[in-house]
Nanobody
Framework: VQLQASGGGLVQAGGSLRLSCAAS????????VAWFRQAPGKEREAVAS????????YYQDSVKGRFTISRDNAKNPVYLQMESLKPEDTAVYYCASKRPTASLNSSKYPYWGQGTLVTVSS
C-alpha cells in the first residue's frame, strides 16, 4: 500500500497547516490511519489517529485542542489540521495505516508514507 503524505512547509508560530494522507487503493477507507512525527534527535511519536467506521480519534496530549484528524471515507484522504503551531511541533510528519485497531506503537503499522517536513519558526 502506497501512502502519500503532503502539506508540510514553513510556517510562523501561531500559524496553521493541513496535512493530507492519501492511498492508492480504495480499501484504504477501512484502515486505521495515524500521524506520527519525528524531530531531529528524537524518537518517532504518535500524534493522532482515527479509526475507520466509527472514526474514533486519539490525540497526543501536547496537540489536543490544536490538531484535528479527520477523514471522509468517500474521498480517501485523511487530514491533519494543525492550528496554533509551536516551534516544538517542528518535525517530519508521517502517515501510517493498519488494521484492524489503532495503536500508538509505530512498529505495528505496516504501511507508511514518505514523510512531510513541518517547520515552525519562532
Amino acid at each position: 500500500v502506497q501512502l502519500q503524505a503532503s502539506g508540510g512547509g514553513l510556517v510562523q508560530a501561531g500559524g496553521s497547516l493541513r496535512l493530507s494522507c492519501a492511498a492508492s487503493r480504495r480499501t484504504f477507507r477501512f484502515d486505521v490511519v495515524a500521524w506520527f512525527r519525528q524531530a531531529p534527535g528524537k524518537e518517532r511519536e504518535a500524534v493522532a489517529s482515527i479509526t475507520s467506521h466509527r472514526q474514533n480519534t486519539y490525540y497526543q496530549d501536547s496537540v489536543k485542542g490544536r490538531f484535528t484528524i479527520s477523514r471522509d471515507n468517500a474521498k480517501n484522504p485523511v487530514y491533519l489540521q494543525m492550528e496554533s503551531l509551536k516551534p516544538e511541533d517542528t518535525a517530519v510528519y508521517y502517515c501510517a495505516s493498519k488494521r484492524p485497531t489503532a495503536s500508538l506503537n509505530s512498529s505495528k503499522y505496516p504501511y507508511w508514507g514518505q514523510g512531510t517536513l513541518v517547520t515552525v519558526s519562532s
